[in-house]
């Protein structure tokens, strides 16, 4: 060989860098809270599902340091040593072959058997009664209808603690996807298609989900809540949610209304009980009563109506809604309007 | 097409086949992907359209027999064309190219006319999925034929002016090839598309 | 015609000094397996670079929550561009480089079966490229992610030119990569030495050889897709038309029937590089050849039955999902056969610890840990919270930058020294390795967690109060150092260039043919065919008779002249794409015109001339 080489040193210089990969390692898992978390479980099929991953994971740690320990072992051990013997040359060991042909197999099965199982049950329809609710996916919001119950709403869904709720998926332009990280996993939302996904949820409280599927310039602030409440709550609000649009109980509120029926509003939006039966966009009967506008993206104040309203696509780029312009006026009278409708 | 590869670089071959033989075959072996692609997407989609017109109001089963048959015709044409131009007979051998094109320009012809027709009858490429598919599926084939004729034709004409000899044999069995695989690949379509109703 | 053409197209120096000497000309009319080798290794690179810088602009808007440094138009375009631009028009093509330069060497051959195809394949790509990035300068790039998915691309809901210059330009570099691929499963099937049986042959030349047959197999079925949408925009054909019947799963489908295999073809030529450097740096032969040249194999045809695990989250059913669940776990075994086989071959060894070896251990190292993420998509179940979201990310960047980039880095600095004649710097290589894995992980790791936590991946931005912020802000501190890290590189072979010192013909005592011949190789590679009796020819005792370095005695041999035809065709085809893309008829009919002329002239004109 033509270059003489120093055999490199062991000791501070080699241990550096992989020390700084640890601690970066160990850094990325930190920045909680996280509510939105797939790892924080908060229903029968978010159960399975981190059941699953569990177990699966633990056999990745296994495998991961073992080969790992190996392959750093061998670094360590083989390195090149000035006036070392040459290497012995083996080309093989059929049985070495075989043995870490089976090894990963047999892991593969372990990892299989609770996968198929859990498949097998996820994959299926929900078993035993169920209280049905249509998502339909829309770019950028969502459409939640309670057939059974005759409600129709828009991004905000709610439902009583302990009950399995059958989801009925679909897409009225292209695919998105329906995801509740905490209540379990995504399922593809996909125009001409019907999907399901079903889950239990075990605790009150509320939610965050979102999009998962690239649809479009707004992908991003395509999100939606669920709230889980006490049977008797979600009774009380599956009521309300029924009757039809609140009368204005100001004088704001009723001008609010006129401008909203005269203006473009009703092409697109329905507010039960007006001339407003536009199904292009939201259902807005209820709106003052949810929690968040625009899909999940806006907390529902009077500053963030007017926001939207004025400028739908400064909110959310690319949005379908087309407001003329609106003196300040009427906007303020509008947005009164939207949140009478409790 | 000619190449006065032969003298000057050297030309090896591992497996005693000819490099250009190779490459045709695994090109073939890509083009069944294609069609097969195509030909899935066809099936995938049979029965699917949601107006008219339907396979059953248009297909004219006896017509397409007949220009099946050409095409078929034309790969004998195209075997005989071989065999004359391997044992030298090149006077035979511009005949039964000039064959094989032909029959597959008469071929051609007949999807032209057929293609025609459809249109006359209200079926285009954005009328329905069936037209979408078969547009697309028998149009990608015609264009294989298109194209295995100029080659055709062109090796004729070589032929003609002399620079096509015994010697360039193997050029005339790898179009050959080529030839018996858009012949082969009309047979499966036939067969879908027509028979399969 | 074709007397004069080829006549007035041949010009170019038959310059036989030196392999890269002669101008611009005769770059462009090559003909040469190395020349091409560089120009696709310069190209990949560059557009390494520019899919780096797009990835770097993600990761500054994404460093804080809710930030407007970047608009979701621009941003969607980036993200489009990053992952079609590294898959497409960096790692493929710099694969590309490798097959080029160093297969023809090491099964003992002058080039490639096609010599003139093999450039028309790289013209062919390089205007492709231009082609798709040019979109950038005309209304925007495509903005609908790499994998394109319908309905998303339908004109209803992207139109403009943005979907067609993807499109075409995948269209185009199909046909490109076909052809490449044809070329090279026959130069390795026809054109080996005298006694390389296929069980002698190098394991990068049998990775190859798998990978062409990938690329000629699963590319059609995304051309199908690409013509279908492609018609479905120009022609308002129904495919993916949901209101007509059509099925946009039908894209997925096609897609990703190509899409898998396609992950295998950017993985195998990395699994190659790595299987030669491991024995040579460790100074004995590679464990269990058989098995690693069976486990490639293996993958390969596994790979396509796999595809559908992109798909979990679609609802196909349990019993598709148990099926692709099953096939999916299966591969893993190959993989690992591979694995623990470079692991044996470095067990016993003596470890020459210099920079190829580096970042071959480090590609393993990466790799295990991107293919456990694999294992844990493969739960079809468990997948439906991991796709979509940062975890696959993780998994993706995982194999496909600590894994093959990495693995052709290693690449990079085990050939350049055959391909330039010059030895990098070791200590600045060691500098790059360590700099870029640190930073790599850094990037990459807390991106496993985001997902898990909830972030969906294709989003311009997130929410404060999620929990997304301190994990975005380390990846995007990583991304910029790991960015930086390339710097090194650059700077070493702009040094290298200077005055890197004479690598000789075998710097690293390698053992296969390539380090039989000069550094660089005469442009004949050699003047007498070797006859090999063994895999490792040069480590063989009995080789002596059978290596011939250049003797003077023997005259140069005849090599094919070069060419603009190629060129020209390409040219052809690229016209006719903007004719498409435009929806003018009479640029489309030039274009076939140029086409026909190149075809022709290329036909009729002999190879040596």
């Known amino acids: 060989m033509k270059r003489g080489r120093r055999p490199t040193r062991a000791g501070a210089r080699t241990w550096t860098g992989p020390l700084l990969a640890l601690t970066a390692l160990a850094l990325g898992a930190c920045g909680g809270p996280f509510p939105q978390s797939a790892l924080d479980p908060a229903s029968d099929f978010a159960w399975r599902l981190q059941d699953l991953f569990e177990g699966i994971f633990f056999w990745a740690v296994v495998v991961f340091v073992l080969v790992q320990g190996a ?264 947005v009164a309007y939207m949140r009478n409708l409790k | 097409m000619s190449h006065a590869e032969a003298a000057a670089i050297e030309v090896h071959s591992a497996t005693g086949l000819s490099s250009r033989k190779i490459l045709m075959w695994t090109f073939i072996g890509s083009e069944c992907m294609l069609f097969g692609s195509l030909i899935t997407t066809y099936l995938v989609y049979r029965g699917k359209s949601l107006v008219g017109p339907y396979p059953e109001d248009l297909l004219n089963i006896p017509f397409i027999t007949v220009t099946t048959f050409v095409l078929l015709m034309s790969s004998l044409m195209m075997v005989l064309a071989l065999a004359a131009v391997q044992r030298g007979d090149m006077k035979w051998g511009k005949i039964w190219l000039f064959m094989t094109a032909l029959l597959g320009m008469v071929f051609l012809g007949g999807q032209v006319f057929e293609f025609n027709h459809f249109v006359h009858e209200g079926l285009t490429l954005k009328t329905n999925l069936f037209g979408g598919t078969f547009f697309l599926l028998t149009g990608t084939h015609g264009a294989h034929v298109a194209v295995g004729v100029i080659w055709l034709l062109n090796l004729f004409f070589l032929a003609q002016r002399g620079r096509l000899t015994q010697a360039n044999a193997e050029t005339v069995e790898i179009a050959g090839l080529y030839w018996h695989f858009v012949d082969v690949v009309w047979i499966v379509l036939f067969t879908l598309i027509y028979l399969l109703v | 015609m074709s007397a004069t053409g080829a006549r007035a197209a041949e010009g170019g120096s038959h310059s036989h000094e030196g392999t890269y000497s002669g101008g611009l000309w005769s770059w462009i009319t090559t003909v040469d397996h190395k020349r091409i080798g560089v120009m696709y290794g310069l190209s990949a690179f560059f557009f390494f670079l520019m899919g780096g810088l797009e990835a770097l602009l993600i990761r500054l808007q994404l460093g804080s929550p809710e930030s407007t440094l970047i608009d979701p138009d621009l941003y969607n375009q980036l993200f489009t561009m990053h992952g079609t631009t590294m898959v497409f028009l960096a790692i493929m093509p710099l694969s590309a480089a490798f097959f080029n330069f160093i297969v023809p060497l090491q099964i003992g051959a002058r080039d490639v079966a096609f010599p003139r195809l093999n450039a028309f394949s790289f013209w062919l790509f390089f205007l492709a490229a231009l082609f798709m990035n040019a979109s950038f300068l005309f209304g925007g790039a495509p903005d609908a992610g790499w994998f394109g998915y319908a309905n998303l691309t339908s004109t209803q809901y992207s139109p403009g030119m943005r979907i067609d210059f993807w499109v075409l330009g995948l269209m185009v570099l199909g046909v490109s990569s076909i052809a490449a691929a044809l070329n090279f499963i026959v130069t390795i099937i026809n054109l080996r030495a005298e006694g390389m049986t296929f069980m002698r042959m190098p394991l990068f030349t049998w990775m190859t050889l798998i990978t062409s047959f990938l690329l000629v197999i699963a590319f059609p079925a995304i051309t199908v897709g690409l013509v279908l949408l492609m018609f479905d925009r120009m022609f308002g054909t129904l495919f993916f038309n949901p209101l007509a019947g059509g099925d946009v799963l039908l894209w997925q489908h096609l897609f990703w029937i190509f899409g898998h295999p396609e992950v295998y073809i950017l993985l195998l030529p990395g699994l190659g590089v790595v299987s030669e450097i491991i024995p040579v740096f460790s100074r004995k032969p590679l464990f269990g050849y058989a098995f690693v040249v069976y486990s490639g194999i293996l993958i390969a045809f596994l790979g396509f039955g796999v595809w559908a695990h992109h798909m979990f989250a679609v609802g196909l059913g349990p019993v598709a999902n148990t099926v692709f669940s099953a096939t999916t776990m299966l591969i893993a075994i190959p993989t690992g056969v591979k694995i623990f086989n470079w692991i044996a071959t470095l067990w016993g060894g003596s470890l020459k610890m210099w920079t190829p070896l580096y970042f071959s251990l480090g590609f393993i190292s990466m790799f295990i840990i991107g293919g456990l993420s694999g294992v844990m998509h493969a739960s079809a179940a468990a997948d439906l919270q991991q796709t979509d979201t940062y975890f696959i990310v993780a998994h993706i960047h995982y194999v496909l930058f600590g894994g093959v980039m990495f693995a052709l880095f290693a690449g990079m600095y085990y050939w350049i020294p055959k391909i330039t004649g010059r030895m990098l710097s070791d200590r600045l290589g060691k500098l790059h390795f360590w700099i870029m894995l640190v930073s790599f992980n850094v990037t990459f790791f807390p991106q496993h967690f985001l997902g898990l936590h909830g972030m969906p991946r294709r989003t311009f931005t997130y929410e404060s109060g999620l929990g997304f912020e301190a994990m975005n802000l380390m990846s995007t501190v990583g991304s910029m150092v790991l960015g930086a890290s390339m710097l090194i590189f650059l700077w070493n072979v702009l040094r290298m260039l200077r005055k890197g010192e004479p690598a000789g013909a075998n710097p690293w005592e390698g053992s296969t043919l390539e380090w039989s011949t000069a550094s660089p190789p005469p442009h004949y590679n050699f003047k007498v065919l070797p006859t090999v009796h063994s895999r490792d020819p040069l480590w063989a005792e009995d080789t002596g008779d059978s290596m011939h370095p250049d003797d003077p005695s023997v005259p140069e041999p005849h090599m094919p002249g070069p060419s603009f035809f190629p060129l020209l065709t390409a040219i052809g085809i690229i016209v006719m794409a903007a004719g498409a893309l435009t929806t003018t008829l009479p640029v489309v009919f030039v274009g076939v015109g140029v086409l026909l002329f190149g075809v022709y002239g290329w036909a009729l004109q002999p190879l040596e001339h």
């Open chain 1, 71 to 334: 392959l750093i072992v061998a670094i360590f051990r083989f390195r090149e040593r000035p006036g070392g013997p040459s290497p012995k040359v083996t080309h093989g060991n059929t049985l070495l072959e075989i043995s870490w042909t089976l090894a990963p197999a047999v892991v593969l099965v372990l990892i299989a058997i609770p996968t198929i199982k859990t498949i097998w049950i996820v994959d299926s329809p929900p078993p035993g009664e169920s209280l049905v609710v249509e998502a339909i996916g829309h770019q950028w919001w969502w459409e939640f209808r309670y057939p059974d119950l005759g409600i129709v709403t828009a991004n905000e869904m709610r439902i009583p603690v302990g009950q399995q709720i059958d989801v009925r998926l679909t897409s009225a332009d292209v695919v998105h996807s329906f995801w509740f990280p905490r209540l379990g996993g995504k399922r593809d939302v996909i125009p001409g298609h019907e999907t399901q996904i079903w889950f239990t949820v075990d605790s009150a409280g509320l939610y965050l989900g979102q999009c998962a599927e690239f649809c479009g310039l707004s992908h991003a602030l395509m999100k939606m809540e669920l709230v889980a409440e006490d049977p008797a709550d979600f009774e009380a609000w599956a009521n309300g949610q029924r009757t039809e649009a609140a009368i204005s109980d100001s004088a704001v509120a009723a001008d609010g209304a006129q401008a909203f029926m005269q203006g473009g509003c009703i092409a697109c939006h329905t507010v039960r009980g007006t001339v407003a039966q536009g199904v292009i966009g939201p259902d807005l009967t209820h709106v003052g009563s949810r929690r968040r506008i625009a899909a999940g993206i806006l907390d529902n104040t009077e500053e963030n109506l007017e926001r939207w309203i004025r400028n739908p696509q400064d909110v959310k780029p690319g949005a379908l809604m087309i407001v003329p312009e609106l003196d300040n006026e009427t906007v303020r009278r509008i």
